[in-house]
């Protein structure tokens, strides 16, 4: 049997061992995939690596973020290690402050370097970078940070961005060559120390996404045998666009797969017959995709205000048709508005973290619209619902359909003439709503007009079995846009807005400082392709 000391020796002999090698880490964060992963690709070339994560408390503690992302990053580590197993290594996980983890590293290895991409994220995400970015330079590391995507960093205009983003989408795969003598050893792993994750994130939901690399390419791969050919028919459909449309979202927002590997793809895909049309409007959406991403990075005071300063003043009311703040706000977050397809979207999100675009902006209109709530009380609300939250889009697209840019087409979404419209049958109501399942197609957009009989017909009491309207759409749509619009208006919001346009909308060759500013038609049009 061992005596104490000689275990104790052994453990010297195994920390003076992993000592004598030198790391690179590669600090995984919405980049959680193994393939064109620049940091690691680089990293590897340099030397030893460790690839590590970190569950950190102030995102955990943040009201943008709610178990369903966790469990999704969890999923997505747990498809790296089974990818990274044949190596003999593994993505260490740190529960804590991402420097108390590297701390912990440190203890164990000698740390060359450290490797990350970019993060466009919230502001205590930039407050921590800078955090270590102090931290390696008292510990004498350098850190390495690479381009996420085509987002330019200090970017004082548009002109040479869409260039910029073509050259990033069509360049070669920053692709990584992993071997086991080039990746510290699950042994070596063993000697940090261990965090036990809370059990519920590491239980699978049947009802969302699951996350991983692997995952990632399988829906992209089902994506391209069939379900995409709708795709540009579908995309603003509740119902059908669950399927036709590609539903990597989630995946491009943790970084399962890049933006480029999309790209490419698509541009591999389309040459097929039968693909074009659908195809070129999907490559349309990530090149905007991106232009939000840039924009969010050029303005993230946009988190806490609007991006068009002028609206600051703007002042919503604290009783609006008879509502508090208080009765508005949570009816609109518990699904129960009275408005059918209204309260089916927001069920939908609670139970499987994802609906489709114009949904999500008729979400969004319904609270700073006819609800009049200051957007700010909806935005951190939506942000932990959807599975596929990207700061960097969510709040550009939130202020855009809430009116509060100054240079948008100013959208209020009529829910019935969108559930007319976008859910016909009703397929997409009834299925979360089923106290509305008995009723006929041209009565569930409008159940309110059912009569005493119709309900006892339809087993459907309002007000027992389904709500009716808190608000009178007609009336709060009218008062919301006199409101915007005369807001719009104002000499400061304008000037407000030329800034905005001037800083994000590219010039080209004809136009000038002086035609891009120009109000009328030109501004109606530069407005609309913002939108």
């Known amino acids: 049997m061992a005596t104490e000391m000689q275990l104790v020796n052994g453990a010297q002999t195994l920390q003076e061992n992993v000592h004598k090698d030198r790391v690179n880490i590669v600090w995984l964060k919405r980049d959680l995939r193994l393939s064109d992963h620049e940091p690691l690709a680089e990293s590897t070339q340099a030397g030893l690596t460790l690839l590590y994560y970190a569950f950190e408390p102030l995102l955990i503690d943040d009201p943008h973020y709610e178990e369903r992302h966790w469990r999704f990053i969890w999923q997505s580590i747990q498809d790296l290690n089974i990818q990274l197993s044949p190596y003999n290594t593994r993505v260490y996980v740190y529960y804590g402050d991402a420097i108390d983890g590297l701390n912990e590293i440190k203890k164990i290895f000698k740390v060359a370097n450290l490797y990350s991409h970019e993060e466009v994220g919230l502001l205590s995400t930039f407050n921590r970078d800078k955090d270590v970015k102090n931290w390696c330079k008292t510990q004498n590391i350098t850190w390495f940070e690479s381009a996420t995507g085509a987002v330019m960093r200090g970017m004082k205009n548009r002109n040479q961005w869409d260039s910029h983003w073509q050259t990033i989408m069509k360049a070669e795969l920053s692709q990584a060559v992993l071997s086991s003598s080039g990746l510290v050893s ?35 791969q089902s994506f391209f045998a069939e379900r995409g050919k709708n795709y540009q028919y579908d995309i603003s459909k509740p119902h059908e666009s669950r399927k036709s449309c590609s539903r990597l979202s989630p995946y491009l927002a943790w970084g399962n797969i890049s933006v480029r590997q999309f790209y490419q793809s698509i541009l591999l895909k389309r040459t097929e017959k039968g693909w074009k049309r659908s195809l070129d409007a999907v490559a349309s959406r990530l090149h905007w995709h991106c232009h939000f991403i840039q924009k969010f990075e050029s303005e993230h005071q946009m988190q806490w205000r609007p991006v068009n300063k002028a609206y600051s003043e703007l002042t919503y009311p604290k009783v609006h048709l008879g509502l508090t703040i208080e009765e508005r706000l949570i009816k609109w977050q518990q699904g129960e508005t009275g408005y059918p397809l209204v309260d089916a979207c927001m069920l939908c999100l609670v139970k499987t973290g994802y609906i489709n675009f114009r949904m999500r902006a008729m979400l969004v209109s319904f609270l700073c619209h006819h609800l009049l709530l200051d957007w700010r009380l909806g935005v951190t609300h939506l942000a932990k619902l959807f599975l596929d939250f990207e700061p960097g889009i969510h709040y550009p697209q939130f202020q855009m359909q809430s009116g509060v840019t100054g240079t948008n087409i100013i959208r209020v979404y009529n829910p019935v003439k969108q559930s007319l419209e976008k859910d016909t049958q009703g397929t997409f109501i009834r299925t979360w709503l089923p106290s509305l399942s008995e009723i006929p197609n041209e009565m569930i957009h409008t159940p309110w007009d059912l009569t005493p009989m119709e309900q006892q017909l339809y087993q459907c009491q309002l007000g027992v079995d389904y709500p009716l309207p808190i608000i009178d759409i007609n009336e709060a749509g009218k008062i919301a846009r006199d409101l915007l619009w005369s807001f719009q208006k104002r000499i400061d919001t304008s000037k407000e807005s030329q800034r905005i346009l001037s800083k994000h909308v590219r010039r080209t060759k004809k136009s000038s400082k002086a035609s891009l500013l120009t109000k009328g038609k030109k501004d109606k049009k530069d407005k609309k392709a913002m939108s």
């Open 186 to 220: 699950a042994e070596k792993l063993a000697s940090l120390p261990e965090f036990i994750l809370p059990v519920s994130w590491t239980q699978p939901n049947k009802f969302m996404l699951k996350g991983g690399e692997t995952w990632a390419h399988k829906m992209l």
